[in-house]
């Protein structure tokens, strides 16, 4: 099971924290990634992390705002999302996919588990 949490209504200019948590499983034993989606539109990839944290990719629109980051002591993964923008208004999941060490994942389809999102709103 994974649970994503964090999401709310913020202004624009706000930041929020994601929060990922799983039960049941080895979080070290998977990349993870965060993929939003807004309303009527297709998944979009936002970040991804390898299995021990030391590669992280990120989407066009994240970089130098979203951070990305695990604690796989707690099974949590974190994603920073500092300047939101109106645009960014979705709702974001967590998804881990099984992975050699120090591979990223950042197309939906590989990955193996998916959590229920939680909403983003940003107004403007």
């Known amino acids: 099971q994974l649970q994503a949490s964090g999401g709310g209504l913020v202004q624009a200019g706000d930041s929020l924290r994601l929060s990922c948590a799983t039960s049941?499983?080895?979080?070290?034993?998977?990349?993870v990634g965060w993929f939003r989606q807004a309303p009527g539109k297709e998944y979009d990839f936002v970040a991804a992390?390898?299995?021990?944290?030391?590669?992280?990719r990120y989407a066009d629109f994240a970089k130098g705002r979203f951070t990305i980051s695990r604690d796989n002591a707690k099974n949590m993964v974190y994603l920073q999302m500092n300047g939101l923008k109106h645009e960014d208004t979705a709702v974001y999941f967590c998804a881990a996919a099984v992975a050699v060490t120090g591979m990223v994942v950042v197309t939906s389809e590989r990955y193996n588990y998916w959590g229920q999102g939680t909403l983003v709103t940003v107004s403007s």
């Open positions: 992390i390898s299995r021990a944290g030391t590669i992280k």
């Open positions: 049941g499983r080895t979080f070290s034993d998977y990349a």
